[in-house]
């Protein structure tokens, strides 16, 4: 594989990924993407030594139309923090999968790294 210049990553639009989730507690589904690194570093520090409102946090920065732009803004936090747990958990179990944050992809970072 060839080595990459910095022009070569400032000039390459990362693929968008995301997985659509049915919700039928809204009456259809919504798209679930991958973060960027910043808004990984942003969750973390968030939620570094509790976990309260991370479901809404996730679907609040995650869900996107089918051309990859943002369904909700910070504004919308709120009116999602106030949704059903059963709607929110779907959309969350797929944000955590699509980004490598379940408990199974954390030990195996963890396990690579102690390798190396």
């Known amino acids: 594989m ?6 070569d990553i400032a000039n390459k639009q990362d693929a968008r990924k995301w997985e659509t989730v049915d ?4 009456g259809g589904s ?7 690194a910043n808004e990984r ?7 570094k030594d509790q976990r309260i409102g991370s479901r809404a946090y996730l679907a609040c920065m995650l869900c996107c139309d089918e051309n990859g732009v943002d369904l909700f803004s910070d504004e919308d936090l709120p009116m999602l923090e106030k949704k059903s747990a059963s709607s929110l958990n779907r959309i969350f179990e797929v944000a ?3 980004n490598g944050m ?8 963890e396990k690579n790294s102690e390798t190396t």
Do not use: I
């Not at 919504?30 to 973060?35: C, Q, S």
């Not at 379940?102 to 970072?109: C, K, L, P, R, S």
């Open 102 to 109: 379940t408990d199974e992809a954390v030990a195996e970072m």
């Open 23 to 26: 919700v039928p507690e809204w």
């Open 30 to 36: 919504v798209n679930v993407r991958v973060m960027t």
């Open 41 to 47: 570093d942003m969750l973390e520090v968030r939620f």
């Open 2 to 7: 060839a080595c990459l210049s910095k022009s």
């Open 96 to 98: 955590l999968r699509l």
